[in-house]
Structure formats: C-alpha cells, structure tokens
C-alpha cells in the first residue's frame, strides 16, 4: 500500500495559483456497501476501504455478518461507517450508547478504522461526544465523516474536530462536491498544517479526481463512485473499472 506524504503547509491565499503537478504520494479510499463491491475496489487498486450499509442515504453502520465477510475476504485496510440511523448528525442519549456499542462489536473485528460525526444542536461539532468515541476506538483510526459539511463555520469546525484527537476529515469542503470546493479543502489542508488529515470526497470520479488532487494538494482521496455508477447498480465490472481509472489518472 502507498503511504501518504505529511500534508503541505505551504502558504495559500483562495487567489493563489493551483498547483501544475499530483502529490508525490496518495492513498485512493473506496467507499462500499457490499462484499462484491469491497473485493472489486481491492483488485481495482484501492489503498483503503470505507464500509457502509446502505450507501445511496450517506452511508449507515454496516451489520456484523458484512463486516466479518469483508474483512475475511480482503487484505487492505478497512474502515467502518459508524452511523446509526439516516437524516441529522444529532443523537439521542439512546442513539449515542449504540454507537459506542457498534465501537466495542467492531473492535474485535481486526479494522483500522472507524467514521463517525457527532453535532451539536446549532450544528456545531460536538468535541465532547466524539472525544469519548476516539478514546472508545482507539488504537483504531477515526475519520470524522460528511457531517462537517453541514457546519456554520467550516475553520471553527476544523479546530473543533483537531480538539478530539480524531485522525482525519471527510469533506467536499461544504460544497456540493469536492471539485466545487477545491479552494476550500486547499484552504482547509493549509490550515490544518499536518495535525489532522484533510480528505477531499463527494463527486469524485475518474474524469475529475486527478484536477482535484492537484487543485487541493490532498494526500488520501475519497470516492465511492455513487454519482457515474448508482450504488445499486449490479454492474461490478463498470465499477472495478472506474477504480482502475481513478487510480491510473492519480498515478499518471
């Protein structure tokens, strides 16, 4: 597996020139929701997967039977949505306890990583309810996922997740897709200057991922490939494919 390149913390201003040149290093993080899925992105080139349930609503805590059957069946890393129900990012007390139950089933489960997102009522993240699920996870990895995309202010954010000792941040930068906030995510990774990962995901796909990569200078990209090929699409050639390619337009 390639390993990423600490973050580059050169200065940036939003009217600075784009970069004319990909990141010496990446690490191609593929989101999936089923068995078929998972072995077609490790064979396709994948350096980490992103294991869902019902992938078409954001993505929700997959059952255990997948994630066992996953993890038997393929050898990169894997990482697993922690999410127990569709709609906002604010969870009852009830909501909260199976999350951290979901934490303890996965633990034993020999995965890397866990992704999650907790709010607060204003939309705010909430640092003490995602502290408690890092410490829970841990020596498990843990990304905070697209709810950061829904916050008021996206640098207040950024600051507040880096509080919770979390490892990364899945965001398009709080655009409709990562190309659209490219100069935000570019921003984001300047300000979080190598102290959390920045992981530019939403829209991307092999025509798109390279011009994203060199546009944010982002180490580790995130696709699931939902807007070229539905989620529900039983088409696994086309999808192993398009991974091929988006690995193949990175490498290039």
Do not use: W
Request: proline share 6%; with cysteine; glycine share 8%.
């Amino acid at each position: 597996m390639m390993h990423c390149a600490p973050a580059d913390a050169a200065p940036f201003c939003l009217g600075a020139p784009l970069p004319e040149t990909m990141p010496a290093d990446f690490l191609l993080e593929v989101a999936v929701d089923s068995l078929e899925r998972a072995i077609a992105a490790e064979r396709a080139g994948a350096h980490r997967l992103e294991l869902c349930a019902n992938l078409d609503v954001g993505g929700l805590t997959p059952g255990i039977e997948l994630i066992r059957r996953v993890r038997a069946a393929v050898r990169i890393p894997m990482h697993v949505m922690l999410r127990p129900r569709p709609g906002d990012f604010g969870y009852s007390a009830a909501e909260f306890a199976q999350m951290k139950s979901s934490i303890n089933t996965i633990a034993a489960e020999n995965i890397q990583g866990v992704v999650t997102g907790v709010l607060l009522s204003d939309g705010r993240v909430d640092v003490p309810r995602i502290r408690e699920l890092v410490a829970l996870a841990s020596p498990m990895q843990v990304t905070f996922h697209r709810a950061f995309d829904h916050v008021p202010d996206i640098a207040e954010a950024l600051e507040n997740v880096i509080l919770t000792s979390a490892h990364r941040i899945l965001t398009s930068g709080g655009a409709a897709d990562a190309q659209t906030g490219a100069a935000i995510l570019r921003s984001l990774i300047h300000q979080a200057a190598g102290r959390i990962t920045i992981l530019p995901g939403g829209g991307l796909h092999p025509g798109n991922i390279a011009q994203v990569a060199r546009a944010t200078g982002a180490r580790e990209l995130h696709t699931g490939l939902g807007e070229v090929i539905p989620y529900s699409s039983p088409d696994i050639a086309a999808f192993e494919s398009a991974i091929k390619k988006c690995v193949a337009t990175l490498l290039g």
